[in-house]
């Protein structure tokens, strides 16, 4: 119960979009709920779910259409992934056959300081940063900063990860959601 609603558990809900939505929506979904295992998020209930909660509730609901969607979306899904951009963005790198990434690495910079990045290629030497408008105007992303100044905070980072013989690509919503030009540009980063 929710605020006096009967809703269904969070293993459920990821099962039933699974089984329905786009594999990138679900894949977004499922994410997200394991993400919250680890990562809280402030005003929502707390709520801990794995992948094996997930497969104990596709396995005691009879699907007929979608089961086979689903346990794609459910292997498929990564708590490490940090925001929708990014899931889909490994969906688009799964569809067009690119190495995958490791997600959410911890890598230092020329300066001694340390950066958390949303891909890491090491066999590339790349870093990969999905960049949506969030990044630079919600704020929660500001955290009290101008969006000049969270710019110029991101150029600081990227100038010190480079300096530290980082490769470094970046990439939009736009991107994200066509895996045939986010081929073409990880491609051309180097990323094969």
Not at 35 to 57: K, M, Q, W
Request: charged residues 25%; aromatic residues 8%.
């Amino acid at each position: 119960m929710i605020e006096g609603l009967h809703v269904t558990t969070l293993a459920r809900t990821v099962v039933d979009l699974a089984s329905r939505e786009s594999f990138g929506h679900a894949v977004a979904v499922a994410d997200a709920a394991l993400r919250r295992a680890t990562h809280p998020v402030e005003g929502l209930s707390a709520a801990s779910v794995t992948r094996e909660d997930f497969f104990r509730e596709l396995e005691s609901i009879p699907l007929k259409h979608g089961s086979v969607m689903a346990r794609r979306v459910i292997d498929f899904a990564d708590g490490a992934a940090d925001r929708p951009g990014e899931s889909m963005s490994r969906v688009g790198m799964h569809l067009a056959r690119l190495t995958p990434p490791r997600l959410q690495v911890s890598l230092a910079g020329a300066s001694g300081r340390i950066y958390i990045v949303d891909f890491w290629w090491p066999e590339f030497t790349m870093i990969g940063e999905f960049d949506g408008r969030a990044k630079y105007s919600d704020p929660e992303f500001l955290r009290g900063r101008t969006p000049e100044q969270a710019l110029y905070d991101e150029k600081l980072r990227e100038d010190d990860l480079r300096s530290a013989g980082h490769g470094m690509t970046r990439w939009n919503w736009a991107l994200a959601i066509s895996p045939s030009r986010l081929r073409a540009h990880l491609t051309a980063a180097g990323i094969r």
